[in-house]
C-alpha cells in the first residue's frame, strides 16, 4: 500500500468520523426527542389537574390527578396493587404465551398448505366472528370462575389477531422470492426457515402486538365479572365502593402495563427483524 493509499484512508475514516453526533449532541437529540413523544401525556395530565380544580368537571367523578397519585402510592404501599398486578400479569401472560405457541404454527399451516385451510377455514370463520366477551358466561359454565376460565378466554381473544396475520403473512410472501428459492431446490424445511418465515415476521409481529393489546383489555373485563384478584377486580370493587380516585388508579396502572407490554414487544420485533432497512 503506497502513502497515497494510506492518506486517503485516514482521511476518509477522518470526514466519517466528523459526521458522527457527539455523545453530548447525541443525548441532547435523544432528550428532545424523549420530551416530543411525552408532549402529549404531559398535557393530557395538565389538563386532568386543572379541569376538576376549574370547576369544569365534577371533582368528586374525576378527582385531580395528583389524588390520583397519592391513591396509586397507598395502593403500592400497603401491597394491594402489587398483589392484584401479579394476579392480572400472570393470568394475561400465560393466555397470551398459549395463544401465540397455537396461533402461529397453525397460521403457517393453514397458510401456507390448501388443504388445511379448506378443512379449518368454514370453522375459523364461525369462531372469529364470535366476541370473546359474549362466551365469557360459556367458559365460566364450563371451566369455573377460577384461573382456568381466565386464562381460557384471554387465549382465545388472543388467537384471532395472531392467527388472521400470520396466514395473511404466508400468502402474501413475494412470489418471486419462492421462485428463486425453489429454483435453488430448498427443501421445504430449509424454504420455510430462509425464506417464509423472514418474510412474514413483520406481519406475524403485528398480529402478536394486536394480542398483547387484547390480552390485557379481555382479562380486565374478565375480572371484573368474577374474580376476587387481579386489577379489574380492584377497578370494580374501587367503583363499587365509590373510592373513585382508587378506581382510577388501577386504569392508570392498566393503561402502564398495556404501554410497557407494547414497548417490549416492538423491542423483540426489532430484534427478529434486524434485517429490515429503515426506509427513509
Known amino acids: 500500500m503506497t502513502g497515497l493509499e494510506v492518506a486517503e484512508r485516514l482521511a476518509r475514516k477522518d470526514s466519517v ?64 396493587l402489587l398483589d392484584n398486578t401479579l394476579a392480572s400479569l400472570g393470568r394475561s401472560l400465560t393466555g397470551f404465551g398459549l395463544a401465540v405457541a397455537v396461533a402461529v404454527p397453525l397460521g403457517l399451516l393453514i397458510g401456507w398448505y390448501k388443504p388445511v385451510a379448506d378443512l379449518l377455514g368454514p370453522l375459523l370463520e364461525v369462531f372469529r366472528n364470535t366476541a370473546a366477551l359474549a362466551l365469557l ?34 400468502r402474501t410472501v413475494d412470489p418471486t422470492l419462492l421462485k428463486l428459492a425453489r429454483s435453488l431446490d430448498l427443501p421445504p424445511i430449509r ?17 402478536i402486538r394486536l394480542a398483547g393489546a387484547v390480552s390485557i383489555l ?9 374474580a376476587k384478584a387481579g386489577l379489574g377486580y380492584l377497578v370494580n370493587s374501587a367503583q363499587f365502593n365509590f373510592a373513585i380516585p382508587q378506581m382510577y388508579a388501577g ?3 392498566i393503561s402502564a402495563i398495556g404501554v410497557g407490554f407494547n414497548q417490549i414487544l416492538v423491542a423483540l420485533e426489532r430484534k427478529f427483524t434486524s434485517w429490515r432497512r429503515e426506509q427513509p
Do not use: H
Open 17 to 80: 468520523a466528523d459526521r458522527r453526533p457527539l455523545p453530548v449532541a447525541r443525548w441532547v437529540a435523544g432528550l428532545r426527542r424523549v420530551v416530543f413523544r411525552s408532549a402529549a401525556i404531559l398535557g393530557l395530565l395538565v389538563i386532568w389537574e386543572a379541569a376538576p380544580r376549574l370547576g369544569l368537571v365534577d371533582s368528586t367523578f374525576l378527582p385531580p390527578f395528583s389524588e390520583v397519585a397519592v391513591a396509586w402510592w397507598q395502593l403500592a404501599a400497603d401491597g394491594q
Open 137 to 170: 358466561p360459556v367458559f365460566v359454565l364450563l371451566l369455573g370462575i377460577g384461573e382456568t376460565s381466565k386464562i381460557s378466554i384471554v387465549l382465545y381473544a388472543c388467537v384471532w389477531p395472531i392467527l388472521l396475520n400470520t396466514i395473511s403473512a404466508v
Open 191 to 207: 424454504l420455510f426457515q430462509k425464506v417464509i418465515l423472514p418474510a412474514a415476521a413483520p406481519t406475524v409481529f403485528t398480529g
Open 218 to 226: 379481555v382479562l380486565v373485563a374478565a375480572e371484573m365479572v368474577g
Open 251 to 253: 386504569i392508570v396502572t
